[in-house]
């Protein structure tokens, strides 16, 4: 995994967006990022709606432009995740304000990397095609072998099967010879194909880091 503070920055070179390709994004990367919320309630994605709510209450900066006219650029992504992921922690709205009042953008890109965790670049992200973005933006994350660039983008290969659930919705991930993790179907990392593959990676990449019995 890399460092989520270079991999947030990625994000910034696709802004700026209109209002429904910042909230794709924007759940995409929550999906992803593997954080477990306390309240079931911030489990959901953002969606226009929300976005719209939180510039009425100041939560967030006002969109450049007007109507179907406006643009959402790299600060909105930012306050959007950072009220979210506060969320996820139990925060209530009126703290929220508060801390995003109180945090230049430096701090809150740090912070928001900082809790994110590791997740994937962009062109890394699964998205539901259903929703995502169009254009551009589509073009650098809709597939993972995607060149950047503005010709077409190559097909994405097939997508293995889930693996299967074990009783009481709990999905069994082989990440090794004899080695398999169990990950709760609900959790955040257990919702797409690409976070499952994401998750085995990392621990088989950790597994393989580990020094066995005998070794210096």
Request: charged share 25%; aromatic share 4%; net charge positive.
């Amino acid at each position: 995994m890399g460092d989520p503070l270079l991999t947030l920055r990625e994000y910034a070179k696709l802004a700026p967006w209109n209002i429904r390709d910042l909230a794709t994004l924007s759940g995409g990367i929550l999906d992803a990022s593997g954080v477990t919320p306390i309240n079931a309630a911030a489990q959901s994605r953002p969606s226009d709606r929300t976005i719209r709510f939180y510039v009425t209450r100041r939560l967030m900066s006002a969109p450049d432009g007007r109507g179907t006219a406006a643009t959402y650029g790299y600060r909105h992504l930012l306050q959007l995740l950072a009220i979210k992921l506060r969320q996820m922690e139990g925060a209530t709205l009126s703290a929220i304000a508060r801390e995003l009042a109180e945090s230049p953008g430096d701090v809150l890109e740090k912070r928001v990397a900082a809790t994110l965790g590791d997740f994937p670049a962009p062109e890394q992200l699964d998205l539901d095609p259903s929703v995502a973005p169009r254009g551009r933006v589509a073009r650098a994350i809709a597939r993972r072998s995607h060149v950047a660039g503005d010709g077409p983008a190559t097909p994405r290969a097939p997508v293995a099967p889930p693996p299967p659930l074990d009783e009481g919705g709990w999905y069994r991930i082989g990440v090794g010879d004899g080695v398999e993790v169990a990950v709760r179907a609900d959790h955040p990392v257990a919702r797409s194909a690409a976070a499952r593959r994401l998750l085995a990676d990392a621990l088989a990449r950790a597994l393989r880091e580990t020094p066995q019995e005998g070794e210096s």
